[in-house]
């Protein structure tokens, strides 16, 4: 910022040739823009330190005026409470340190669960509205009018209290090929990885790795000679095949754990709780209107020439919306899609609300009480978020340079 | 800039420092108490259909409004989760936190607050479905417990589980309403919350004779008014509002009798209670007739108690441990003299 300060305010005397000048006509130090420059921002930069000086003073010294106990020797403390959710092993005996890890991982969950299926139905929303159907296209014009126009929090409860608050006890839980749905969640058989199973894990990389190879001989083959070679069928054989042959090969080593109703609940098996279904389809159902408008006007942006063109050189539709509209679309919807995601991330911690497990539920809602310690509690929370979001933006970044048009 | 930035660091000391002033003289600047409550627990803090406050914690507001305004009326509720409670207190949004809070010894000692005695000496619990069947806690092993988030119940809940045993989950919500209609409506197998909270909400629920509790008590629950460290005046107050109430009782006083009494009685400890004689309200810097204005417009402890949670109410609930000292209970208010 500063070089440009200094560019743009050039004095007359710079453009003297040097050795010409008399001594004596040297501007004084406030008549030189680019020095004044520095010493305003200086002189900005001190006031803002002592802004932030005056505040985390201030506050310490009123914490510890009212005996309020401060510091992050919380984090090693046990908790001592429970969790209804967690990916990763967690008992009362967990220290705060790993609360925030629990919830961090749930906040991560339902965020990732929540953009992927955002995005699908965004994108089939977004088609859709430009359908040529009529059917088609209200549906999805009602569709976006209604969900991005009712508050979020009010679409969190409606799925949670109303949608399945209404589905029957653990006892009379619908039954669907071996998994249950009641009003404690939705209850799967679990698959457990027997001996040997290592070896479709094997497969499985060996097939990601061999159908990258594959994709960049293909393309340096077609840069070359021109022809063209089945991408998708192999890689599929690849990905799919490979490890599936590894599986029969290694005597199928999955088993499945089925849930067993014992006592109160069902036993074994994999839950899926309620709060996190209720969030999840709230956020995805809200979020993809949002999306759904984002394709629209990125499709919209692309001009009807460019299809037009295309279809004079005979490409086929399908190979139209390929390599011409999407790629050029993409390169408008992917900025505001960013948007969305970090939008979405952030709407997840309403978890609170219904009692998801989330971050700001158990650690900027239960730890902060139980320790008492807010500032630094919300401090870390917020602190996580911001770093969640700059590392998404990140990788958005990442994928919008990569989709940018190339110039030559 | 710099001089604004200056201002304004400024004035963020001074806003911080008029914080810390009395508490006492705010309430009467103000001409109001501000008091914590529960967003809705029958019994001790709830809003009837009028839209009045009414509950034994709310009688600590409105004694406190009379004793150092004179009357018991101008108080403004301010309806607290239990995740706000402490920092709306420690900030100064409250006053008081007459809040169905329990006394432990983190909160007394590292949270900056401290308490000013126990108006209701409490128990955790569980409401079971009588259609299970259940006689006892320890029949619980795999069920899922619906509880309020950042309270003792939480904690004590896998204590419990934790030293017998047993295996349960827990579904956490921000306010005991929410809690209980969550039982109520099946998501839960159990409801955990202090007992006599745990008889308020069961009025509630759809059908209150279908819900019944489990004879385990499983931890101590002293609940008391709250006020912020460093204004022991503020605190002295609130001590011995809850103080005089009891005595009130001990001596037989009530919002009915106490004119007569003031009257006549010849007795030195009524006397003493109703500002006539003793150490009055100069320590307090209060009225001399502050205990005298809280029994007149709030009644005595016991009264309190039978309108909010006794033969009065629809929890009609024992005395118990909340009984006078000399009637086998807990409740002894500290000589007035």
Redesign the interface.
Known sequence: MSSDISNSGNTPQDNVPKGQLPPESKPKFWNDPRKRSLLFQI??L??IG??FY??IN?TLT??D?????TGFDFISEKA?????MSLVEF??ESTYGWVFVIGLLNTILVAVLGIIGATILGFILGVARLSDNWLISKFSAVYIETFRNIPLLLQIFFWYFAVL?ALP?PRQSIEFLGTFLN??GFITPAPVAGEGFGLVVIALIVGILASWLTVRWAHKRQDESGKQFPILWTCVGLVVGLPLLAFFAAGMPISLDHPEL????F?GGLTII??LIALWLALTIYTAAFIGETVRAGILAVSHGQTEAASALGLSKGRVLRFIVIPQAMRVIIPPLTSQYLNLTKNSSLA??I?Y?DLV??FA??T?????Q?IEVIAMTMALYLTLSLLTSLFMNWYNAKMQLSER | MKKTLITASALMVAVSGSVMAGTLDTVKERGAVQCGVTSGVPGFSVPDDKGNWKGIDVDMCRALAAAVLGDNTKVKYVPLTAKERFTALVSGEVDVLSRVTTWTQTRDTQLGINFAGVNYYDGQGFLVKKELGLKSVKELDGATVCVQSGTTTELNLSDYFRTHGLSFTPVVFDTNDQAASSFDSGRCDAFTTDLSQAAGLRTRMKDPSSVGALPEVISKEPLGPVVRQGDDQWFNIVKWTHNAMLNAEELGLTSANVDAKKAESKDPNVKRLLGLDGPKGKGLGLADDWAYQIVKQVGNYGESYERNLGSGSPLGLERGLNALWNQGGLQYGPPMR
């Open positions: 002189l900005l001190c006031g002592m802004v005056t505040i201030n009123n914490l005026q009212r005996g309020i106990t001592g409470f429970g969790i209804s008992t009362a608050r006890q009003n404690r014992k006592g109160f609940n036993r309620p709060e609170t609300a009692g497990p539920n158990v809602g239960t902060l009480n139980q320790t008492g807010a």
